[in-house]
């Protein structure tokens, strides 16, 4: 149990477009979703906590604005990097917490997204 | 909010002999302490857990303990193997906004060469 299935693995995208990263819990009903940026040989960054129905909360110094993130059901959470530059760059990872689950969350497998 | 130190952040040892990864929260008010183990290019994998209200818990070669008057917590790896290879996180988790938020360590490269 606890799946979480991270959708594109790898992508590559132009300067200027934007991507979308979809984050869907499996096998169980995600209230709350986490997405995280890590850069290599780095920890997870938290950038938004995402909470099925209402607005993500950005991190301090995450742009709302070119990182869309939409829970708008209880197993789906996607982060949209609008107007991607090469910095954009990098291994975007989401967690899901499992109904009933106050602390413990379950990663995807992470989206490698290169910005060209 | 939460800040996580995590050291070392490379760790070689042997085929067998044990692995010891160190953690130190700042936030008293975190209450559950998981460690997760990445393996190149793949997601973390929750390995073990420990919460407030416990000082040592432990699962065949994985033990964790937690110091909740000095602020740490610990994993402990006895027996290692090559295929423990891989970087291990370790996170503080608070309450906050409404919702349990986890803060990563950096994590800690544990090298096993055979």
């Known amino acids: 149990g606890a799946v979480v299935s991270q959708h594109p693995s790898r992508v590559i995208c132009k300067s200027g477009t934007s991507v979308k990263i979809e984050c869907r819990s499996l096998?169980?009903?995600?209230?709350?979703m986490f997405w995280y940026r890590q850069f290599p040989k780095k920890s997870l960054m938290l950038m938004a906590t995402?909470?099925?129905?209402?607005?993500?909360?950005?991190e301090q110094g995450v742009e709302k604005d070119k990182f869309l993130i939409n829970h708008a059901s209880l197993t789906l959470s996607t982060l949209t990097v609008t107007s991607a530059h090469p910095e954009d760059s990098s291994f975007y990872i989401c967690?899901?917490?499992?109904?009933?689950?106050?602390?413990?969350?379950?990663f995807g497998q992470g989206t490698r997204l290169t910005v060209v | 909010g939460e800040n996580v130190e995590q050291h070392p952040s490379t760790l070689s040892v042997q085929e067998g002999d044990s692995a010891v990864i160190k953690c130190t929260y700042s936030?008293?008010?975190?209450?559950?302490f998981p460690w997760y183990k990445q393996e190149l290019g793949k997601r973390p994998q929750l390995i073990i857990d420990?919460?407030?209200?416990?000082g040592e818990k432990k699962d065949q070669r994985i033990a964790v303990t937690l110091n909740k008057t000095a602020k740490h917590f610990s994993l402990h790896i006895t027996e290692t193997q090559p295929e423990d290879s891989a970087v291990y996180f370790c996170?503080?988790?608070?309450?906050?906004?409404?919702?349990?938020?986890?803060?990563f360590g950096r994590g800690t490269s544990l090298i096993v060469h055979p």
């Open positions: 936030d008293s008010a975190s209450n559950y």
């Open positions: 420990i919460r407030s209200n416990v």
């Open positions: 096998d169980f009903q995600a209230t709350t």
């Open positions: 995402s909470n099925e129905g209402s607005k993500a909360t950005y």
């Open positions: 996170a503080a988790t608070l309450h906050s906004g409404g919702s349990y938020i986890p803060t």
């Open positions: 967690s899901a917490r499992p109904p009933g689950a106050r602390t413990e969350a379950f």
